[in-house]
């Protein structure tokens, strides 16, 4: 899935002398110039490090979180063959929150600080997920908007100077890109159903078309990090150079299925020769973010009981683990002895 | 087992009447279980639980499908395998009634998942030697995924046996409540003798004790105690099922019933 916020930055370091610093770093840009990847145990600055945690971290958490809203579905898929390829992309987004920790992980932190700051709530996750699938056409537009949204966001990360993270992405990005085709297939077996479903299927865009296009975070003139992440080569293209691709792409899938998007606005400007959209409402996008959408709350508890739920299995592995360990060493030096 | 190269089942009637309920009572297994076992999927104790519960879900869907669309082929009605899994109530359901038992805790699902994986393993072995084609094929791709079933639930029965105190209390709660569920496993009822008689499916008799001995020994290695008896002999393999399945299906089966006769 996908992680927003991606220009909020950690704690500048601390120089122990600072012109020794200052030509790190010098080395280190000359580096991303070159289009060099940068390896787990190369230097690099602090807050080079602190804001790959963070977007990584806030990626894996997406892809975990991200697993509530579509498993809503799971049980209740309208086929078998629905219900086995929802299986699957649920369990690939598990598996992407999995390399992504792992990711993470080389620029060391843990998985469990990780979850800790996602269960705290202090850790953000991409805000796409505090919306509901009340129907089963959302799991399609789930598969057609939000990961579309995300591979647009995606694909450059594939190129994303962070070697570790850069190669994570090119996997999860053949993955996602499968998972958009089958909610574009959802959608279009809706659209040419019956009238219900094909209403199901418009009712599902009406709710997820703004979200998704919130996806790609702050208009540009108001996301002040931008720029350094761009110098640093973890981001490659502007939030709404990315939102403008995404739109473009987007409508005449969306006509293809004789689907209306909700902008009364929208239109095909001769001029810029892109399509032209209405304003984003903000304030929905900030509310959501500071936890204020419609299942911000109900994600974030079925993640917190899912772990306090699970703490003794964990704990019972643990102590099996540490039982085998301890036999196997009595047993290696009753054969010494 | 000994097997004919061909499948008789085809030529006899009354044998062919046998085969279409036998083909359901695995199909509807595996269909049940990977239904409760999809519930998990975003809930587990950890993310390789996730992972790992949902291939096993996503295998047993994959059985469910090829059974159910042979059994739809052997009836002859028309019925495919979406038929038959959304649009048929509990009473029709075959499947062990163990199967359809609520998730419970991690402990419940894994003992559940044991036993099961335990008599698949057993089944289907012996249809891969099985006189009729189809299911010995099935059986053959269902076996390799069971033996990976049966790796992973016998190895968290052994961790939360022989883990902490709590996870071994509630690994004997688990196996003290689902017990008796496990009457009918290797039961046979006048169908499973047919089968067994065609050559179609493997003796339950010959194959109980191998698994009551590897049980048994699986148990004493996680320092858990088989339940005595067995109160009450649930048989879901022939429609005698429990609460839950209602349940169950009216979930699996709302959206199939809400629209009826669309595609999805």
């Known amino acids: 899935m996908y992680t927003q916020a991606l220009d909020v930055h950690g704690r500048e370091p601390v120089p122990a002398a600072a012109a020794e610093v200052a030509a790190a770093a010098a080395r280190f840009q000359a580096r991303i110039d070159a289009d060099e990847k940068i390896e787990p145990k190369d230097w690099m600055p602090d807050a080079y490090r602190q804001t790959l945690i963070r977007q990584i971290s806030q990626h894996a958490h997406s892809e975990i979180v991200g697993m509530l809203p579509e498993g809503n579905w799971i049980t209740r898929a309208p086929s078998l063959r629905r219900k086995a390829v929802l299986i699957a992309k649920v369990q690939d987004e598990g598996g992407h929150g999995m390399y992504l920790y792992s990711a993470a992980e080389t620029l060391g932190i843990s998985r469990a600080q990780m979850f800790e700051q996602l269960l705290s709530g202090a850790a953000k996750y991409s805000s796409i997920f505090n919306y509901p699938t009340l129907t089963w056409a959302d799991v399609g537009a789930i598969g057609w908007l939000v990961d579309g949204a995300a591979i647009m966001n995606q694909i450059p990360i594939c190129r994303c100077s962070y070697g570790p993270y850069a190669r994570a992405m090119v996997r999860i990005c053949k993955e996602e890109s499968f998972h958009q085709r089958q909610g574009f297939e959802i959608m279009l077996t809706l659209a040419r159903g019956s009238a219900a479903q094909h209403a199901m299927a418009q009712d599902a865009l009406n709710r997820w078309w703004w979200p998704s296009i919130m996806m790609f975070g702050p208009s540009d003139a108001d996301s002040k990090h931008t720029a350094q992440s761009m110098r640093w080569k973890i981001k490659r293209f502007s939030n709404d150079e990315l939102r403008q691709k995404f739109i473009d792409i987007t409508v005449p899938q969306a006509r293809f299925l004789e689907l209306s998007i909700p902008d009364p606005a929208l239109r095909w400007d001769e001029a810029t020769q892109h399509f032209s959209s209405g304003p984003i409402d903000w304030n929905e996008f900030h509310a959501v973010l500071k936890g204020s959408g419609p299942c911000n709350r109900e994600r974030l508890e079925a993640r917190r009981s899912a772990h306090q739920a699970g703490a003794w299995v964990r704990a019972a592995a643990t102590a099996h683990a540490a039982k085998q360990a301890a036999r196997a060493l009595a047993s290696q030096e009753a054969r010494q002895a | ?264």
């Not at chain 2, 082929?73 to 509990?90: K, M, P, T, V």
């Not at chain 2, 075959?94 to 998942?113: M, S, Y």
């Not at chain 2, 290695?221 to 067995?230: F, H, I, K």
């Not at chain 2, 879901?236 to 609460?243: D, N, R, Y």
């Open chain 2, 1 to 264: 087992m000994s097997a004919p190269a061909a499948a008789p089942a085809r030529g006899d009637r009354a044998l062919g009447e046998a085969l279409f309920p036998y083909v359901l009572r695995l199909a509807d297994t595996s269909l049940v279980l990977g239904q409760r076992l999809g519930e998990w999927i975003g809930h587990a104790p950890a993310l390789e639980e996730d992972l790992g519960l949902a291939n096993l879900a996503l295998d047993l869907i994959g059985q469910a499908r090829l059974l159910l669309t042979y059994a739809g082929e052997i009836e002859g009605r028309g019925r495919d395998e979406d038929a038959l899994a959304y649009l048929r109530d509990a009473p029709e359901f075959r499947n062990l009634a163990l199967a359809e038992q609520p998730n419970g805790d991690f402990a419940h699902t894994i003992v559940r998942q044991w036993l099961i994986d335990g008599w698949q393993l057993e089944v289907y072995e012996g249809l891969t030697g099985s006189a009729d084609m189809r299911l010995a094929a099935i059986a053959a791709k269902a076996l390799k995924e069971t033996r990976y079933h049966y790796r992973f639930s016998s190895g968290w029965l052994l961790r939360l046996g022989d883990g902490t105190a709590e996870s071994q209390a509630r690994a004997q709660q688990a196996l003290d409540s689902l017990w008796r569920f496990t009457e009918e496993l290797f039961a046979p009822d006048e169908i499973d003798e047919r089968m067994a008689e065609a050559g179609i499916a493997p003796r339950l008799g010959a194959a109980a004790g191998r698994w009551e001995r590897r049980i048994g020994q699986e148990l004493r290695t996680a320092t858990l105690t088989l339940p005595e008896r067995r109160p009450h002999p649930w048989y879901g393999k022939c429609g005698v099922h429990t609460e839950h399945l209602g349940h169950l299906l009216g979930e699996m089966q709302h959206l199939q019933r809400t629209y009826p006769g669309v595609s999805w």
